[in-house]
């Protein structure tokens, strides 16, 4: 399985509530940046989940519109268990339950930490700090506590 978790790009504080944060012009940019990383293997990926928060969504609309092998069509769907404070186990339990072999999570600080850490690791509070628009590639056998490496770690 191969799993690419990508946190949303800089968000304006701006809004009434933590949800409702839309992306800065710079947080734009990064994300079409990454969206274009040739090293990404983009045709691998068959699922695309994303946080309702609006951050999130801008994130994943960019990512839709510029992703370097549109050929192969993601479709977007959100998730309301990727949202900042959400559960790594609910997480664990979602991915455990698709039947995608490549998955594209665009979730937030400090979930995606978690994930990384709880994947990789076996320890939640042993994953990589991920900026805004940074993108982690994980691959292994399942999306369970241990069972994924990092292979790639990109930060715009």
Sequence with gaps: MKLLLMRHGEASFNATTDAQRSLTQRGSTLVIQQSQNPVVPWHEFTGLWVSPY???Q?????LLQNYTYKQHGLSLRSLDCITPHSEVAQVQKFLLAQQHEG???ITHQPL?????GHFCHADEYLGEPMMPASMALLEGEMAAAGCLRLTHLFHP
């Design 103 to 105: 998955i594209v999570l």
């Design 58 to 62: 801008q994130t994943a609309s960019l």
């Design 54 to 56: 609006v951050r999130a």
């Design 112 to 116: 995606i930490s978690g994930l990384i």
